[in-house]
């Protein structure tokens, strides 16, 4: 038995097919449109179960399954790049939509709440913390003084903010809004704080000899994982 987040399918299809007679593999994903797409992309493997879900909830989620340990986890994280490519869905910095970023969209904030209704103080703390930007400062500044003119709803809005924010020779280092597009997706889906968590609990629900992989994106995930992993070995060894 194994878990995984769905996304555009491509580990589950391999998985799938691995395990074809041999097990199940439970795919979790919050993004229903993901669910859709791996439900028509797996339709030909009956060892699936598809699972609209966090996966910060993944030992009620078991539970709820009547299943007490799985053999294996893929945790692929962060945003798909069909997500990303959905234009309406707001996620990219390449084209225009409104401010959106939610991967459920039954959750209610949205990267244009974030924007508009956050403290200068709290844009700032999570440009910095969640985009590692150094100019979050005049980032969190533009984006206060702009929304005093107009509300703002559109992400090219906010990328011609950020680009104002940045001095034009630090801008050479790929898309100037890359950061803060990037902060403020974590935000809008709590993408950090719960990591931590996510993983000892993934861990406790391995069977002996099970296997767990993480795969990140970026060092603040990156160090959200190294610390849950190196503190259950810890653990392990004191216990
Ligand atoms: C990088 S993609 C996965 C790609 C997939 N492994 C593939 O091969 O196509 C990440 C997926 O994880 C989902 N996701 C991110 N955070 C999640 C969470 N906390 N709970 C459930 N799904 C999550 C996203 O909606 C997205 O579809």
């Given at each position: ?63 709820e399954l009547n299943i007490n340990g799985v053999d294996g986890i893929l945790l692929d994280l962060g945003v798909s790049s069909y997500q990303i490519d959905s234009r309406e869905r707001g996620f990219s910095y390449m084209s225009d939509s409104i401010l959106d970023m939610r991967m459920d969209k039954s959750d209610t904030l949205t990267a244009k709440d974030v924007v ?124």
């Amino acid at each position: 038995m194994l878990m995984e987040h769905f996304g555009g399918a491509g580990h589950s299809f391999e998985i799938a097919q691995k395990l074809q007679g041999k097990g199940m593999l439970i795919g979790i994903d919050r993004d229903e449109e993901a669910i859709e797409t791996a439900k028509i992309k797996l339709a030909r493997f009956n060892n699936v179960k598809y699972i609209y879900g966090n996966h910060d909830e993944i030992k009620e989620i078991l539970s709820e399954l009547n299943i007490n340990g799985v053999d294996g986890i893929l945790l692929d994280l962060g945003v798909s790049s069909y997500q990303i490519d959905s234009r309406e869905r707001g996620f990219s910095y390449m084209s225009d939509s409104i401010l959106d970023m939610r991967m459920d969209k039954s959750d209610t904030l949205t990267a244009k709440d974030v924007v508009n209704t956050y403290s200068e103080e709290e844009l700032f703390r999570v440009i910095n913390e969640y985009g590692e930007e150094r100019f979050a400062k005049n980032i969190a500044r533009n984006i206060c003084e702009e929304r005093k003119k107009k509300e703002i709803v559109n992400t090219s809005e906010l990328v011609e903010i950020v680009r104002k924010s940045i001095p034009i020779k630090f801008q050479k280092d790929g898309h100037p809004a890359k950061r803060t597009f990037q902060a403020i997706r974590i935000e809008v889906n709590d993408e950090i704080k719960p990591l931590y968590d996510t993983i000892m609990n993934s861990i406790k629900i391995l069977n002996p000899h099970g296997r767990m992989c993480v795969i990140t994106f970026h060092s603040l995930e990156d160090r959200a994982v190294k610390k849950a992993f190196t503190d259950a070995l810890r653990k392990m060894y004191l216990s």
